[in-house]
């Protein structure tokens, strides 16, 4: 009963190849996000969608592509991969009328880009 | 704008001793704030919360922090650490109050924990 969970949890894969990675939360949330966490351990985020609407888009390739079929679910699929996208990818959400800031993150997606 | 200053990227202490992590916030307004906590290879989990009540915060595993106005601070403590403390710790500010909202982390700070 994973509150966040995301799939895959390790991801290898080659320049250029397209992949996707999936997050699910059961908390009821509303809100939703991607953050990337580099190898330094900085957090930036890329993405934030709120009852299935992108609210937040922050300067992110266009190979980056943000999917909410509904407000449990946001998918990230990243096309042509590159050396540089190599990091963890963590899930996030937050509850209607919680204080902003407050997240609930998944165990996060570790890809590694050869 | 808001920001946080986590002004030390690796603080090492002995078991048992106190722990002492330091952030700096700047904010127009009084903000809320928060710390993290991420062990190896985990996903982030929330420590504790400031939200304009009373200035001293106690969260989860024994960690408090102070909320001070007049030093922009929010520094976390704990008053002896186990092993068990050992992992990276972000302190973090909301931009805003809105769904809208950017949540900025902090460049984090590695807790080493000697036995």
């Known amino acids: 009963d994973t509150a966040v969970s995301q799939t895959p949890k390790y991801l290898v894969t080659q320049m250029g190849n397209d992949k996707s990675i999936k997050c699910e939360q059961n908390l009821g949330h509303d809100t939703m996000y991607w953050y990337k966490q580099d190898s330094k351990k900085f957090l930036k985020i890329m993405f934030s969608?709120?009852?299935?609407?992108?609210?937040i888009n922050e300067t992110v390739p266009n190979r980056f592509s943000p999917k909410s079929p509904d407000k449990a679910h946001l998918n990230l699929h990243i096309n042509s991969l590159e050396l540089g996208d190599s990091a963890v990818y963590f899930c996030?959400?937050?509850?209607?009328?919680?204080?902003?800031?407050?997240?609930?993150f998944g165990e996060g997606s570790r890809l590694t880009v050869l | 704008a808001q920001s946080v200053t986590q002004l030390d990227s690796h603080v090492s202490v002995s078991e048992g001793t106190p722990v002492l992590l330091r952030c700096n916030y700047s904010?127009?307004?009084?903000?809320?704030l928060f710390w993290y906590v991420q062990h190896p290879n985990k996903g982030l989990q929330l420590l504790l919360k400031?939200?304009?009540?009373?200035?001293l915060v106690k969260g989860i595993n024994g960690f408090e922090a102070e909320f001070k106005k007049s030093e922009t601070s929010f520094h976390l403590t704990k008053p002896s650490a186990h092993m068990s403390d050992a992992a990276e710790y972000f302190c973090v500010v909301p931009s805003g109050y809105s769904s809208a909202s950017k949540i900025i982390f902090g460049s984090g700070t590695r807790l080493s924990i000697r036995p």
């Open positions: 904010s127009s307004y009084s903000p809320s």
């Open positions: 969608y709120n009852n299935k609407e992108l609210i």
């Open positions: 400031y939200t304009s009540a009373a200035t």
């Open positions: 996030a959400s937050s509850r209607p009328g919680g204080a902003t800031g407050e997240l609930f």
